[in-house]
């Protein structure tokens, strides 16, 4: 196949930083789209891939998959894009669309594996795999692309792709709404913005925290109450409160006490990766016919329905806007959970 060579930031070994260098796109296909990388959010999942800490990392390795561009070239076959439009690729970048699940637009769960936006096997240039976001351009099939809405803050709309759509789906699929107390534990990229969509799906908000000045933080993302969960006499007041709490805390925690804090038929949804396995007492989930239960991204066409739900309640992330010369340096904060609450690289600075 075709390739041209485009100008990225990657790391060729575990223990190396991101560094400039030349990755290989594939020629337009007649369905594919290239558009111009603008900007590129940074998410745990970018971080845990270049550490490996999940195993199966392939070197050279270009991260990011919270993509935001604007479309430079379209195929021939290609109808929904044109040269110019606003685009945006989240992690899914291929799937069977085939199986049962793909045909329900929820390819994250298809039976023969997702291509993801990188670090997966290339489904188009056999023997190599996909490169992320940290690049000048992208080149994707224009049914896993996205139409942009036109953000004002176009740069802080680009953790929509992941960190959004993670917590619109559970909160969605969940049914939050008018009438619906949610939950919301812990206040990072993926927290802060479960505040503000739930809010705007007309829900009553309550956020979990164990740090007394992350209860401003709440209430200053839209959040309706804080409960400080050091504090016995805040936590036993909000027992049994909540119809559906998202956890979204990637260390190891007590889920029961939080289970504790649903209602009857009550869901307690983890979206965050805790290392360890968490341990899920029997009487915290069969005395009220409790749900701890899970989730993961969203699929294509819900990306999209989330997209244009956050452009119509003007929800975009807090996030702090680096260069990509910085980009080591923020992967080490973001270890740290030093950032509010998520980065994004303007990608003119490569
Ligand atoms: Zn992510
Ligand atoms: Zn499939």
């Known amino acids: 196949m075709e390739t041209t060579i485009v100008k990225a930031f990657g790391t060729g070994a575990v223990d190396k930083p991101l560094e400039a260098m030349d990755i290989k796109r594939r020629e337009l296909q007649p369905k594919d789209i290239e558009f111009e990388v603008l900007y590129c959010g940074i998410c745990h999942s970018d ?171 709440a209430k200053r993302l839209g959040a309706d109450h804080a409960v400080l969960s050091k504090d016995e006499e805040q936590m036993k007041n909000a027992k049994g409160s909540q119809d559906i709490i998202i956890d979204t805390v990637s260390a190891k925690h007590d889920v029961n006490q939080y289970l504790g804090m649903l209602k009857v038929d009550g869901s307690l949804v983890l979206v965050g990766l805790p290392p360890e396995a968490l341990e899920v007492a029997a009487f915290s989930v069969v005395g009220g016919r409790k749900s701890f239960s899970g989730s993961n991204i969203g699929g294509i066409a819900e990306t999209q329905e989330m997209l244009d739900f956050c452009f119509e309640h003007n929800i975009v992330a807090h996030a702090e806007i680096i260069k990509i010369q910085d980009v080591n340096e923020a992967f080490v904060r973001l270890e740290k959970g030093d950032v509010k609450y998520r980065f994004v690289v303007d990608m003119s600075s490569l």
């Open 47 to 217: 971080l845990h891939q270049i550490k490996n800490d999940f195993g199966g990392t392939m070197w050279p390795i270009v991260p990011g998959h919270e993509i935001v561009g604007r479309v430079t070239r379209v195929g021939s076959e290609v109808t929904k894009f044109k040269a110019g439009d606003l685009a945006a690729v989240g992690c899914i970048v291929d799937s069977c669309g085939q199986c049962q699940h793909c045909k329900e637009s929820l390819e994250m769960f298809c039976v023969e594996g997702v291509t993801f936006s990188f670090n997966s096997p290339d489904t188009y240039m056999e023997g190599d795999h996909t490169y992320g976001g940290f690049s000048k351009t992208y080149v994707c099939e224009d049914k896993y692309v996205l139409k942009m809405p036109a953000f004002e803050a176009l740069a802080s709309a680009a953790p929509l792709l992941c960190a959004g759509i993670t917590v619109y789906s559970p909160l969605r699929h969940w049914e939050a709404g008018p009438g619906k107390k949610v939950g919301i534990l812990g206040i990072g990229g993926l927290g802060h913005l479960a505040i503000k969509i739930a809010k705007a799906m007309g829900a009553e908000v309550t956020v979990f925290t164990t740090s007394p000045e992350k209860v401003s933080d």
